[in-house]
């Protein structure tokens, strides 16, 4: 039987898929440069050594992306979807090992993105080299994209809007799928509502502030008054009810004190608020006219931005501070830095054929039912999802809580059983 076929290449595996892990760890692809005109050169020759066809997308030539094609019986496309980018490795005195020798010791590759995400990657390249050998029922790609770290711009952004990706369902290979142990489906990611709060006032002399509007003072009255929308109660669909709960309880494993917990409980029912930049004043002796402050503000997909929007205006009006007010999102920044924006989430409901499928793949690999769960930070997806239109739901490989850490790691365990899942999807996919 194929599957059992599959499964005994990938627990045959764990040596191949750690030292390519490795290979992929040792090719520094960090933002700022972000640079994948090395590593796109080594998952080729991985793939041309097994005769499976590729290509190379490219709109900066120092950021291509590549795609391995595997051919089916049915012209229903799976594809797969994973980055070969990385965010920076920080002070190299926190690494115990050093962030690019990608080591290999007792069954974990050490190194920066081998959770977050190059071992994915790693499990997927055998996938193809498994399936290449198989009459696989459905088509496959294996897509591995530049810039993920940073909004998919040269990456799966551009892929999508340029009309490259083409599938009926999409599987992504990033974030934390809970190993064999808690095993959990990504449905989406959360969205957000940046904010940008505005304080103007009347410049004086700093020895007679009283000829003057302090901007500043202003200011500092109002942000209090736009954290309050993280006791807005969200309206979410029913059909997320659960996911949520699942959610709750995936990542309550990670909220070490009761402020964490209290935090988790509630981080989907409600908006999550942080002021992150805070401008203003220009000399010390100049009482200020302009001062401003900027506010990340997430929300659970499904729930209404507009919404949210609303009582945010009113929350800021209610505080009846002259002079202050909320920046509409097309306004930009007093220094001419960027937009702001709305960055609506997307969730793929549970209850769909393709999520019901993808469960019974990976319930079948690990041994047991996969939770559904929501992201509360962005992925490839938004681009596969949104812009491409194609349902997306993610299983990654990573290990909770070292992703853009140091001494980021990842067991050969989870990246076998991605190999599982990755190559053993498109025989439970139905459509
Ligand atoms: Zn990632």
Redesign the pocket.
């Known amino acids: 039987m194929s599957i059992s076929r599959i499964y005994s290449e990938a627990d045959k595996a764990g040596k191949e898929v750690a030292e390519l892990t490795s290979g992929l760890v040792k090719f520094n692809s960090a933002h700022p440069e972000g640079r994948t005109d090395e590593i796109v050169p080594y998952i080729a020759e991985y793939l041309n050594k097994y005769g499976i066809v590729h290509e190379v997308h490219a709109t900066d030539p120092k950021k291509p992306n590549i795609v391995a094609k595997i051919p089916g019986k049915s012209d229903h496309k799976v594809i797969w979807v994973g980055?070969i980018d990385v965010v920076p490795e920080g002070k190299s005195e926190a690494w115990k090992y050093p962030a690019y020798d990608g080591v290999i010791k007792g069954g974990v590759v050490h190194g920066r993105g081998s959770s977050?995400?190059k071992g994915s990657c790693a499990a997927a390249m055998v996938s193809a080299r498994i399936l290449s050998k198989m009459r696989v029922p459905n088509p496959v790609e294996f897509w591995f994209t530049s810039d993920?770290?940073i909004g998919g711009g040269a990456g799966a952004k551009w892929l999508a809007e340029s009309g490259r990706f083409k599938g009926e369902v999409c599987i992504i290979g990033?974030?934390n799928g809970g190993g064999a142990e808690n095993p959990s489906i990504d449905l989406g990611c959360k969205g957000g509502a940046q904010t940008r709060l505005i304080a103007k006032g009347k410049t004086a002399h700093g020895s007679t502030p009283f000829l003057g509007d302090n901007a500043i003072t202003k200011l500092i009255k109002v942000i209090p008054e736009v954290y309050k929308i993280g006791n807005y109660k969200l309206d979410l669909p029913e059909d997320l009810n659960k996911p949520i709960r699942d959610s709750v309880k995936f990542y309550m494993g990670e909220a070490k004190t009761p402020e964490l917990q209290k935090v988790v409980r509630r981080m989907f029912n409600y908006p999550s608020v942080t002021c992150n930049i805070i401008n203003g004043g220009v000399k010390i002796n100049v009482v200020p006219d302009y001062a401003e402050a900027e506010f990340d503000i997430r929300l659970t997909p499904g729930a209404s931005v507009s919404d949210v929007r609303k009582e945010i205006d009113r929350l800021v009006k209610a505080a009846n501070v002259l002079g202050v007010e909320v920046a509409s999102g097309r306004e930009t920044h007093a220094s001419g830095r960027g937009k702001l924006g709305d960055k609506a989430g997307f969730y793929e409901s549970p209850d769909t054929v393709f999520a019901k499928q993808f469960a019974k793949a990976i319930k079948k690999a690990t041994g047991k039912r996969p939770g559904m769960k929501i992201l509360a930070g962005g992925?490839d997806g938004i681009s596969t999802s949104k812009i491409a239109g194609i349902p997306s739901l993610g299983y990654g490989t990573s290990i909770s809580g070292v992703?853009h850490q140091p001494n980021e790691y990842i067991t050969v365990e989870n990246l076998v059983l991605g190999i599982k899942v990755y190559a053993g999807f498109p025989y439970f996919y139905k459509p």
């Open positions: 980055h977050d995400m993920e770290e990033d974030g992925t992703a």
